[in-house]
């Protein structure tokens, strides 16, 4: 003896066109989805200041030699660079050279983000430097 379910009682008693037109609107009850458990929870890895400081701690870049393989750079109107574009193999060159200094599960695009920083912070930094270096990130003093 087979058991019916109560809709099926339903469709039993209904005539042929109706049912199909019933069947196709029953649907089985929706899963609700099941939370993620602390372990399934992707890790964003170190936050930005723990890998901004492995950069500032194990990587030694040197201001003139980033300023020779500059194809542009921009500053704003309170002339701080915000922006600046590598020649192509230099530019892989410190993104190489970023990866490797990554700890364990930190993600690449985290990692090269706060490269750009650490490059944008070598370039502005101020401090003693040789006689005739690039006058390109000095802006031109006016005479008044």
Same mark, same amino acid.
């Given at each position: 003896?087979?058991?019916?379910?109560?809709?099926?009682?339903?469709?039993?008693?209904?005539?042929?066109?109706?049912?199909?037109?019933?069947?196709?609107?029953?649907?089985?009850?929706?899963?609700?989805?099941?939370?993620?458990?602390?372990?399934?929870?992707? %890790?964003?890895?170190?936050? &930005? $200041?723990? +890998?901004?400081?492995?950069?500032?701690? /194990?990587?030694? !870049?040197?201001?003139?030699?980033?300023?020779?393989?500059?194809?542009?750079?921009?500053? %704003?109107?309170?002339?701080? &660079? $915000?922006? +600046?574009?590598?020649?192509?193999?230099? /530019?892989?060159? !410190?993104?190489?050279?970023?990866?490797?200094?990554?700890?364990?599960?930190?993600?690449?695009?985290?990692?090269?983000?706060?490269?750009? +920083?650490?490059?944008?912070?070598?370039?502005?930094?101020?401090?003693?430097?040789?006689?005739?270096?690039?006058?390109?990130?000095?802006?031109?003093?006016?005479?008044?």
């Amino acid at each position: 003896m087979s058991t019916l379910m109560p809709s099926q009682c339903l469709l039993s008693s209904l005539p042929p066109s109706f049912k199909k037109a019933v069947e196709s609107t029953l649907s089985p009850p929706a899963a609700e989805p099941i939370p993620p458990t602390p372990l399934e929870v992707i %890790d964003n890895g170190p936050s &930005i $200041f723990q +890998v901004l400081n492995i950069f500032r701690r /194990h990587w030694f !870049l040197n201001r003139d030699h980033l300023i020779a393989n500059i194809l542009s750079a921009q500053k %704003d109107e309170s002339n701080r &660079i $915000f922006w +600046v574009d590598f020649q192509p193999n230099f /530019h892989t060159h !410190l993104i190489q050279q970023a990866i490797a200094l990554l700890p364990p599960h930190c993600p690449v695009a985290k990692g090269k983000q706060c490269m750009f +920083v650490f490059v944008l912070e070598v370039l502005a930094s101020e401090g003693p430097r040789p006689e005739g270096s690039s006058s390109f990130f000095e802006l031109p003093k006016k005479n008044s």
